[in-house]
Structure formats: structure tokens, C-alpha cells
Antibody
Framework: QVQLVQSGAEVKMPGASVRVSCEAS????????FTWVRQAPGQGLEWMGW????????NYARKLQGRVTMTADTSTNTAYMDLRSLRNDDTAVYYC???????????WGQGTLVTVSS | EIVLTQSPGTLSLSPGERATLSCRAS???????VAWYQHTPGRAPRLLIY???RRATGIPDRFSGSGSGTDFTLTITRLESEDFAVYYC??????FGGGTKVEI
């Protein structure tokens, strides 16, 4: 069965960077893209961006461009989300999700809490 | 950029009742590109409906999606205790609506 397993919680200082990983299993990794979504405390779901695993194409939310990079390693079936210059308002639970053809997200990771605090 | 507006913000209902959740797009969209998710605190979001009206694998038939153009609806007939959660619509795997909380 499809499984997405994310890396553990992180605590970072403002200005630092964080990398969240998402290891996939149970399907052909290169056949699907990944979307990253976050949820800040008390807020709704926020779309962060998407990566086409097959060719590496990416599309990032305008507000995060310049600070976020999404990659995928086909040798380890793992997707990564790097966020730089962290701010307090980047504190959130970050989710990876399998993008099933570009119109819906059919499997989700368990979420990774990133706390940004001095 | 398409904006999705969900209403109401909160829906207070009892088990066994019917829930009707609305999602309005800022411009006409193709229903094939509308999805609905359920999000329970402490858990990952779960895909309920894709393609506007198709139930995802394992989703009970008390959940149904409908709509076209700018107006889309998620209906939950006969609410069960595990259905009390926050529901989000999404367009094209991108923009999410602000969510509707279904509470007891």
C-alpha cells in the first residue's frame, strides 16, 4: 500500500533553514508528483508548491518563492522540502502529499512540526 | 489566481443530521478539478472527493460532492461521530478554501 513517511519534528532559530523529508513506498515513485502543504497554528491548509518527480519541474507559491526548494531523489524514493530564512510565522505542521495527476492529493504523509523560535 | 471561499465557517450539528458545505470559486472552474478533504486534529488530511463528485477509495457513501461553474457542495448525510472535523475544498491540486469546521 502507498505510504509516505516524513522526518521528525524540528526546532529552529529565526533565520535558519530546515529540510523536511518524505519517503515514499508502495508505488512507482517517478509516476507521481509531490505537493507540500502546511498548516500554521489555528490556520487552514496552505499550498506551498509542487514538484514533478519525473522531470524535476517545480511550481512554488508566490509568497515562498526565493525561500523554498523542492527536490526528489529517485534513488531513495524520497522527496525533500527546504525552507530558508525561517521566520516565526513559518511555525507550522508541514505535509507532503502525492499529487495524482495534478488535480488532487490522494495520499498524505503524517506531518512534520517545524517550530521557529528564539 | 482563483480564490475558493467556503461557508459556513462553522457548522454545529448533531450525529445523524445532514451537513451541507459550500465552496465558491472566484471564477468558473471545471468540476473535474475540484477535490474535498477531511482534516481531523493530529491526523493527516484525507481525500474524500475528487473530480467534483467521485468518492476516493474507502470513503463511505454518506459523503457526496456536487456542483459546477463556481458553486460546489459537499454533503454528508447522517453525520457520525468521526465526521466531526474540518473540511477543505481545493482546486487543481493548488488553492485551498479556508475550511468549514463541522462540530457537535
Amino acid at each position: 500500500q502507498v505510504q509516505l513517511v516524513q522526518s521528525g519534528a524540528e526546532v529552529k532559530m529565526p533565520g535558519a533553514s530546515v529540510r523536511v523529508s518524505c519517503e515514499a513506498s508502495g508505488y512507482r515513485f517517478r509516476s507521481y508528483g509531490f505537493t507540500w502543504v502546511r498548516q500554521a497554528p489555528g490556520q487552514g491548509l496552505e499550498w506551498m508548491g509542487w514538484i514533478n518527480v519525473y522531470n524535476g519541474d517545480t511550481n512554488y507559491a508566490r509568497k515562498l518563492q526565493g525561500r523554498v526548494t523542492m527536490t526528489a531523489d529517485t534513488s531513495t524514493n524520497t522527496a525533500y522540502m527546504d525552507l530558508r530564512s525561517l521566520r516565526n510565522d513559518d511555525t507550522a505542521v508541514y505535509y507532503c502529499a502525492r499529487d495524482s495527476g495534478g488535480s488532487y492529493l490522494d495520499h498524505w504523509g503524517q506531518g512534520t512540526l517545524v517550530t521557529v523560535s528564539s | 489566481e482563483i480564490v475558493l471561499t467556503q461557508s459556513p465557517g462553522t457548522l454545529s450539528l448533531s450525529p445523524g443530521e445532514r451537513a451541507t458545505l459550500s465552496c465558491r470559486a472566484s471564477q468558473s472552474v471545471t468540476s473535474n478539478n475540484v477535490a474535498w478533504y477531511q482534516h481531523t486534529p493530529g491526523r493527516a488530511p484525507r481525500l474524500l472527493i475528487y473530480g467534483g463528485s467521485r468518492r476516493a477509495t474507502g470513503i463511505p457513501d454518506r459523503f457526496s460532492g456536487s456542483g459546477s461553474g463556481t458553486d460546489f457542495t459537499l454533503t454528508i448525510t447522517r453525520l457520525e461521530s468521526e465526521d466531526f472535523a474540518v473540511y477543505y475544498c481545493q482546486h487543481l491540486g493548488l488553492t485551498f478554501g479556508g475550511g468549514t469546521k463541522v462540530e457537535i
